[in-house]
């Protein structure tokens, strides 16, 4: 039985699925990189994941769903978190690119949205922002 079950509607269920898909995109390129591996341990610091958790997880054999939060700042906070996993090696490869999309729109994204949603993110990621829009974030 897969760790996740154990957990039937609790937070630490919701957690341990949002960390198990941060640990599938790290794991996207075939290794683990020491920056994501570090995010990872931050993350799973975080969100309570336990050292058993933690190795469960990271099997390859394991596969977990996409838990969608219903409020739409956990969701956006979900991406962003996502965003900092893949930004972690600073470059995105097209396997990243395409989970980033699947992701997003797991979440409840229309394609659309998740769209414009992951441009303007890589937008902001990559320092590619106009200065109107720097200057509303530092305002905020």
């Known amino acids: 039985m897969p760790i996740i079950d154990l957990y039937e509607h609790s937070e630490q269920r919701h957690n341990l699925a949002h960390f198990a898909t941060l640990a599938s995109l790290a794991a996207v390129d075939g290794e683990i990189s020491p920056e994501e591996k570090a995010i990872l341990d931050k993350f799973a610091f975080k969100l309570n994941i336990t050292d058993e958790e933690y190795k469960e997880v990271m099997k390859k054999e394991n596969k977990y769903p996409i838990e969608t939060p219903h409020s739409g ?40 949205t998740a769209e414009t949603i992951i441009q303007k993110t890589h937008d902001i990621f990559r320092g590619k922002i106009a200065f109107e829009d720097y200057q509303y974030l530092m305002e905020k």
């Open 73 to 112: 700042e956990k969701r956006l906070k979900r991406l962003f978190e996502f965003f900092q996993m893949a930004f972690a090696d600073q470059s995105l490869d097209d396997d990243q690119n395409r989970m980033i999309e699947r992701y997003a729109i797991g979440l409840g994204y229309a394609p659309e």
